[in-house]
């Protein structure tokens, strides 16, 4: 059973939330909502500091739609201070293979392959 079949955390009023994921949009709402919470910001801050509507914010949280645009995605997990790995769907399995897919790239394009 993976972290993110089901996810705990309270709210500001101390109510446990349960967040069951069927489908990518339910997946990412849970890691965002998780990684959000574990940084102490709101969705206020994170619309603000994105340059989104709070209305996208709920969205996103709450699995009702994905963001549109990759850079988005990327602006989200800089913003959280995690890879943007850490937000997508994918199984343990399936981000080693997608690590060491990038590493192959940098090395051929003469960067980094940390």
Not at 35 to 62: C, D, F, P, Q, R
């Amino acid at each position: 059973m993976d972290i993110f079949d089901t996810i705990r955390i309270k709210d500001k009023k101390g109510i446990k939330l349960n967040k069951k994921l069927d489908n990518i949009s339910n997946e990412f709402a849970a890691k965002l909502t998780f990684h959000m919470y574990k940084n102490k910001i709101t969705g206020e801050e994170l619309s603000k500091k994105m340059s989104v509507s709070s209305g996208a914010i709920y969205n996103w949280k709450n699995g009702n739609r994905f963001p549109n645009d990759i850079l988005k995605i990327y602006e989200l997990a800089d913003i959280l201070g995690i890879s943007v790995l850490d937000l997508l769907p994918y199984s343990l399995e399936e981000k080693k293979k997608i690590v060491k897919n990038e590493k192959k790239i940098r090395k051929t394009k003469g960067g980094s392959d940390k």
